[in-house]
């Protein structure tokens, strides 16, 4: 099956982008650890995802939102990505990191940053 969280997506390009420009950097998509997080913080031991809400299920209005057809399809699918999203995590804090999510939905707004600089300071 095709691979379903796209690379580079662009939420994930913004944070990235904007990141790099306040001088943080970090390692994307590292092969060896639980789901290949987006942005990983080796030195903090912190992790940040960057989830597209339809893909990954989250509560808000794109999120919920299902396509017309193969309804069945669509909610399994989505289902299943939140199941092993939530694994993936439980993974990688029970290894130590520390995980940040940031939602799609949320990139517009610029409260985003200032939940992530609180993180990555903590
Ligand atoms: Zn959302």
């Keep these: 099956m095709a691979r379903i969280k796209s690379k580079d997506t662009k939420p994930e390009l913004a944070v990235r982008s904007t990141l790099h420009r306040l001088g943080y950097r970090f390692r994307l998509h590292v092969k060896g650890l639980p789901g290949s997080p987006d942005l990983v913080f080796p030195g903090r ?38 199941r092993r999203d939530l694994r993936t995590i439980r993974k990688l804090r029970l290894a130590g990191w520390s995980v940040l999510i940031v939602w799609e939905c949320k990139i517009k707004k610029d409260d985003w940053l200032t939940r992530v600089l609180k993180f990555l300071g903590e």
């Design 45 to 82: 031991k912190k992790i940040i995802l960057v989830h597209g809400c339809f893909w990954h299920g989250h509560a808000c209005s794109r999120g919920r939102s299902v396509p017309k057809s193969n309804v069945d399809f669509w909610v399994t699918k989505i289902q299943g990505n939140r």
